[in-house]
């Protein structure tokens, strides 16, 4: 099935210049992939040996794999394009069985965190998930990455068990949380 890649919000980030969120598109895949690796080796470095961050990449992001989210209308994809530069993606997933909205990945790259481009794409991906008629959207994130995880909970999600994460030959515990849909982001 076929989605329509129109939606596309321009905004004003604390950097003082425009940053974009849309839809991404098949051309766009490669720079995904790129933000991809490049910022979970910077946030799981310490702790997932680089082989296995790669096993995980090259299993799951492959061109095919990133597609879905262009052609399956049960899956988005969003590009933060900052300045004419990509910066950030996110990953959306509405499950029709369990009626369960996901938020499968949400990225930034290093050099631009912290300019809100990372609440702008949750925004987006949360106006999918209402569009659903989801009530909440879910995540996992890994327990050790303590920083985003506070930064979840400012934002009002509550993490609520543990399951395990594999990436690779690694295994790590991931907290697995939602946000109620119907509480604005700051
Ligand atoms: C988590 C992430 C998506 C947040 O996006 P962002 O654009 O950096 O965050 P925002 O600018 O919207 O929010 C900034 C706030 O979060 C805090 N923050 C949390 N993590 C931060 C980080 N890595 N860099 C900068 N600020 C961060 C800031 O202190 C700031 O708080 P304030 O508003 O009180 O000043 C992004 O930092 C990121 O990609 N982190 C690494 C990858 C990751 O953990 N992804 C999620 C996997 S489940």
Known sequence: ?????????????EASHDVVIRRWTLDDIPDVQQIALTTW???????????DILAFFRTYYTMEALAENCTN?????????DAGKPVGYARTFFNDQEARFYL??????????????????????ETVGRAFGAEEI????????????????????R????EP???????????????????PLP
């Open 1 to 13: 099935m076929a989605l329509k890649n129109s939606s596309t919000t321009a905004m004003k980030s």
């Open 41 to 51: 080796r910077a946030t799981y470095g310490s702790f997932i040996p680089d082989e």
């Open 73 to 81: 209308i049960l899956r988005a994809g969003f590009l933060a394009v």
């Open 104 to 125: 499968n990945s949400l990225y930034v790259l290093p050099e631009c965190q912290g300019k809100r481009i990372g609440t702008l794409l949750l925004r987006e991906c």
């Open 138 to 157: 879910w995540l996992g994130v890994m327990k050790q990455n303590t920083r985003t995880v506070l930064w979840y909970e400012k934002l009002g999600f």
């Open 159 to 162: 993490f609520e068990r543990e």
């Open 165 to 183: 994460f594999i990436m690779g030959n690694t295994t790590v515990d991931h907290l697995i949380g939602f946000r109620k849909l119907n509480q």
